[in-house]
């Protein structure tokens, strides 16, 4: 009987700009031209993740496919698939309002995702890189059967705020807080964080200075989810669109934590919050290529990585 294991990797792509050049999801980083998703991609194979699921645009489609895609098939050794966020998806009856020129966010993207997912799966940005250990901790998490009280059990990767500044400016990040057993109880958005003199302080959405620890759990938008979080998006999708005001029809944005918050307050889920020591790096700054530059080539030197990585 086979026993393994599934889960699925979901790399949310659709935020590349349409030419390359200057885009940093397609920038070089490793010491054979291997690009950051490119990591993240072979810490989740390694780490027992079965499918790759990832989200594109139609109109950048072709050069991605050229510049990246048809490389990561020829070598990822398992399966690869693509879907595509588009601003003309959405619910039946509802209409692109005039101006609207982006796609509808994060909550939309993971929608596009529904018909190549059925079994669990963890969501990333394609820019972020994550460290091995978070792969590992979600897939077991997600693989693991837990108690059956009637609610989705979804998990997130809770990093040190230390691990995730930037030397090279301020940064924002969903600071969270948990239970006495680790379930996400809320996160605060928190911006204009820096460290200055050994003090890291950022400023609330209400304007309000704080200061903050650098053991601070925060999130950086990598979560894992049961399938059944499809159902959820779709339900609130239509409500959102149908909730449009004129002002906002041009800008507003559907987001997946809203509707992870809305579950988790409705008592349908809970979110594991798992925490790991591993450094995130992602390109804030133009000032930050280097660094990360540095980092991947520092884990190539000691081993964790291979210089040309899918050999």
């Given at each position: ?11 949310m ?7 390359y050049g200057?885009?940093k ?44 895609g ?15 966020q588009?601003?003309?998806d ?7 309002p ?27 940005n ?48 969903g ?18 964080i ?52 004129t ?21 349908q ?43």
């Open positions: 009987m086979d026993t393994k294991k599934n889960a699925a990797l979901l790399v792509a659709a935020g590349m700009g349409s030419r200057g885009i999801q397609l920038d070089s980083f490793g010491p054979d031209g291997e690009i950051i998703m490119d990591y993240s991609i072979f810490d989740a194979v390694k780490s027992g993740f079965t499918k790759i699921v990832i989200v594109i645009r139609r109109d950048i489609e072709d050069e991605f496919m050229w510049v990246y048809n490389r990561l098939i020829s070598k990822c050794p398992v399966p690869v698939k693509f879907t595509y588009d601003i003309n959405l619910p039946d009856g509802a209409k692109v005039n101006g609207r020129t982006k796609p509808w966010g994060t909550g939309q993207a993971v929608l596009s995702a529904a018909p190549f997912i059925n079994e669990p799966f963890v969501v990333i394609s820019d972020d890189f994550y460290g091995r250990a978070p792969y590992e901790h979600l897939f077991n998490y997600l693989t693991t059967a837990h108690e059956d009280n009637g609610k989705e059990h979804f998990c997130m990767a809770g990093y040190r705020l230390n691990n995730t500044l930037s030397d090279n400016g301020s940064v924002s990040r600071i969270c807080s948990t239970d006495s057993e680790d379930f996400l109880t809320s996160i605060e958005e928190t911006f204009k820096a460290k200055k003199d050994g003090v890291i302080s950022g400023e609330k959405l209400s304007g309000e200075n704080v200061t903050l620890v650098g053991d601070a759990i925060t999130s950086m938008n990598m979560m894992g989810f049961t399938p059944a979080i499809f159902k959820e998006l779709q339900l609130e999708f239509k409500n959102f669109t149908n909730g449009l005001s002002e906002s029809a041009s800008k507003a944005e559907f987001m997946l934590p809203v509707v992870v918050s809305n579950m988790i307050k409705a008592g889920a809970d979110m594991k919050v798992l925490p790991n020591d591993e450094r995130w790096y992602g390109v804030t700054y133009k000032e930050d290529k280097p660094v990360v530059r540095a980092a991947f080539q520092r884990l190539t030197d000691e081993g964790v990585y291979k210089k040309e990585l899918w050999s």
